[in-house]
DNA sequence: CACTTTTCCCATCTTTAACGTAGGATTAAT
DNA sequence: ATTAATCCTACGTTAAAGATGGGAAAAGTG
């Protein structure tokens, strides 16, 4: 699982909007306050904004801010909009793809993974990420010394 | 998580290992048995035999063998062979991204994340695939209908 | 020894995606 | 008017994905 720029980029930029929460924010303010290329953010955060996660204001004193609660926002929200969806295989939905022979059942393997996936990133909200406290389950996945070992 | 040709096909080729282990199976028995394309199997084939997943042996009635029983090669050990780590974060080691400000607990998500990949693709062997038996909580993972539904 | 079958190795090619930049049009506040 | 912002389109650069081709080296067979 490679995770993009852009999809790293993404999530930084809604935990800015969810710390401050009743400010519009500039994709200049969130380029500095990030560290973010500020053009490229610019097509992420239009993104972001055509799935409603962001609204946007143009002209001066315009910016973005939350489409909705930060709580209501999952990460898996924010990557299907600036990169599709969580998981392919071979650029095909992983419930679409067969197989012959002893390799049937690797059709069920990838929904498995994806639905791993989703378990994270579909119980992990913009405001869980700004807050610091995940939750229960993820914190757990976390706490085993093994899991933050190269791998 | 994009699942590359390269990792589809490498997996595919195991459970063929898997279904007839005491035959040297050559490149073209397999890139027939599953239809891939004969000379980009060879080079998968090559990564295999270099992480010790399986042996080669040229000359006339050569071929490959699993270098150890396939009840003890996981899915994870095959993905790694022939694409490197399982999870990247703008291609650095998840546990090695740093973050400020809003975004700070962000790498616990990554490592979370890797984590839970790590739960379904190093506890399916490649004996477990091959017979069509998934590990029991990768089974349970794939019985919600939800998991099926495109996302 | 010649011949065949195979892996091994290296070079190359095409297409696509990732990552980013440039510049102007549009909107809105002052 | 001026300024500050998003919107939109186009372009460029680099790396990765997904292959293909051809020959050298090894191993078995007549």
Request: positive net charge.
């Given at each position: 699982?490679?995770?993009?720029a852009?999809?790293d980029?993404?999530i930084?930029?809604?935990?800015?909007?969810?710390?401050?929460?009743?400010?519009?924010l500039?994709?200049k303010?969130?380029?500095?306050?990030q560290g973010?290329?500020?053009k490229?953010l610019?097509?992420?955060l239009?993104?972001?904004?055509r799935?409603?996660?962001?609204?946007s204001?143009?002209?001066?004193s315009?910016g973005?801010?939350?489409?909705?609660?930060?709580a209501?926002?999952?990460?898996?929200?924010v990557?299907r909009?600036?990169d599709g969806?969580?998981?392919?295989?071979r650029g095909q939905p992983?419930?679409?793809?067969?197989?012959?022979?002893p390799a049937?059942?690797?059709?069920?393997?990838?929904v498995?993974?994806r639905?791993a996936?989703?378990q994270?990133?579909?119980?992990?909200?913009v405001?869980d990420?700004?807050?610091?406290?995940?939750?229960?389950?993820v914190?757990?996945l976390?706490?085993?010394t093994?899991?933050w070992?190269?791998r």
């Amino acid at each position: 699982m490679q995770v993009t720029a852009r999809v790293d980029y993404a999530i930084r930029a809604m935990a800015e909007f969810a710390a401050q929460p009743d400010r519009a924010l500039t994709r200049k303010d969130l380029a500095t306050a990030q560290g973010l290329p500020g053009k490229f953010l610019e097509s992420i955060l239009r993104d972001l904004a055509r799935d409603g996660i962001l609204t946007s204001q143009r002209g001066a004193s315009g910016g973005f801010r939350l489409g909705r609660p930060a709580a209501d926002i999952t990460l898996a929200d924010v990557v299907r909009a600036v990169d599709g969806p969580l998981a392919a295989v071979r650029g095909q939905p992983p419930e679409s793809v067969e197989y012959t022979g002893p390799a049937r059942a690797l059709t069920r393997v990838w929904v498995a993974t994806r639905a791993a996936l989703r378990q994270v990133l579909e119980a992990t909200t913009v405001a869980d990420l700004a807050s610091g406290t995940l939750p229960e389950h993820v914190e757990r996945l976390t706490e085993d010394t093994e899991a933050w070992r190269r791998r």
